[in-house]
């Protein structure tokens, strides 16, 4: 944190040495209070917690409800509520909300983890979250929960084959969502059966042949009790829940967002508008070498060429500045906190404790690779801010609270 104070600083450090942003000090204040309410939740028993978990969710969703109304757009995404001065991001602490209540819904359920029933009962207190913030929009912070939810559901002990199916489907959805755009934009030559996924006639006809292929396999399954029968219906039913959720999913997605993806795919495209964010970056991160310009000697920042430079790419700064090596020290620092977490996981004294662990630390991780990943060009532009680095009460406060949880559980790790 006080590397992120450093650098949010930078960023609104001009090329003729003016501080054009007061960011810093409102970092240095959410930090003070954030650890404080890190340190409250240390010496709050979890499982007093737990207890409570169930309306600290509804409270959450309810909030998130709030901010579709009454929110303040920031970046085209109604995901903000003013308080005075400020803006909640209700949709950050959600995320917590959701890991406490998943925990606490799989832990009462853990001998009937192997039912269907259990797991589309999981599923359905992610998608609660997940769908009012894609009507944000906010895609970058949607995805967070995909992790959280398949390395929970794994650690509790579900059937890999549902986990699996879940992943698949999330990956198909992805491809088919994003099929339509690179063949317009990138892809040299035109191919005919990507009309299926762009038109919604043809759409519609692969959905409904997809989803009577799965039927006439689970009629033989329950007729003839063939094991082909359930692989044939299971590998089917993936296909036709991500094609149809592909569909969904462009309803949800704003044209920017989708332009995103394909500048990923290749910048190049648009290196004026869409792809300038990824080209700069990377010029950032390039820029640096070895040991970096030094602090507050980076031109691309200092020039105003980075966008959203104090929160999505507080990265890229660090990499101009201080270099590759401390580019290297951001990831050991990291990669002590996840160490420490999946410890943590491992060691919890009951299930809760360790389902707690291993959602905090796969929403950590997750931002963590896509917030880097993003800033050196090998991740889509998501939006999703770098924990305890990026300038925002909202998402520092998040982190800081996870860190806070994963204290409590390892304290008391052998007290009963």
């Not at 259990?118 to 998608?127: G, K, S």
């Not at 970058?140 to 489907?169: D, E, H, K, N, Q």
């Not at 060009?377 to 994963?406: D, E, K, N, Q, R």
Request: net charge positive.
């Amino acid at each position: 944190m006080v590397i992120g104070i450093l650098f949010v600083y930078s960023s609104g450090y001009s090329s003729t040495g003016i501080v054009l942003s007061d960011e810093y000090i409102k970092q240095i204040i959410w930090v003070c209070l954030g650890l404080g309410i890190a340190i409250l939740l240390m010496f709050v028993n979890y499982l007093r917690i737990a207890d409570f978990s169930r309306y600290i969710y509804a409270f959450f969703i309810v909030l998130l409800v709030a901010t579709l109304m009454i929110g303040r757009v920031v970046n085209g995404a109604r995901s903000w509520i003013p308080v005075f001065s400020f803006g909640l991001q209700p949709s950050e602490f959600a995320k917590v909300a959701t890991i406490l209540f998943l925990a606490f819904f799989i832990d009462r359920n853990s001998r009937s983890l192997y039912r269907l029933r259990t797991m589309v009962q999981a599923l359905l207190i992610v998608l609660g979250p997940v769908l009012l913030i894609l009507m944000q929009p906010d895609l970058g912070t949607a995805l967070v929960y995909v992790p959280i939810f398949v390395s929970m559901t794994f650690v509790a002990g579900f059937p890999v084959r549902f986990v699996a199916f879940l992943l698949g489907a999330g990956a198909l959805v992805i491809f088919f969502s994003v099929l339509p755009a690179w063949h317009a934009n990138i892809a040299i030559r035109e191919y005919a059966i990507v009309n299926l996924v762009s038109s919604t006639r043809y759409g519609v006809f692969t959905f409904l042949v997809l989803f009577g292929i799965a039927a006439l396999a689970a009629i033989g399954y329950l007729v003839i009790r063939k094991r082909y029968f359930y692989w044939i219906l299971y590998v089917v039913s993936m296909l036709a829940t991500s094609f149809g959720g592909s569909f969904v999913l462009r309803r949800f997605m704003k044209e920017y967002q989708l332009t995103r993806l394909i500048v990923f795919l290749d910048p190049g495209i648009d290196p004026q508008g869409a792809g300038w964010n990824v080209i700069q970056s990377v010029t950032a991160v390039g820029s640096g070498g070895w040991f970096g310009k030094g602090w507050l000697k980076g031109t691309q920042s200092h020039y105003r060429f980075l966008p959203q430079q104090s929160t999505d790419f507080i990265f890229s700064i660090i990499a101009e500045e201080w270099g590759f090596a401390g580019g290297l020290l951001i990831f050991l620092l990291f990669s002590v906190i996840l160490a420490r977490g999946v410890y943590i996981m491992i060691s919890a004294r009951d299930r809760y404790a360790s389902l707690v662990s291993a959602g905090l630390v796969s929403m950590i991780g997750f931002h963590v690779i896509i917030n880097i990943g993003m800033a050196m060009g090998v991740m889509p532009i998501t939006g999703i801010p770098l924990f305890f680095l990026s300038y925002g009460g909202s998402s520092l406060w998040t982190g800081l609270v996870a860190i806070g949880l994963l204290l409590n559980i390892h304290i008391r790790r052998y007290r009963y």
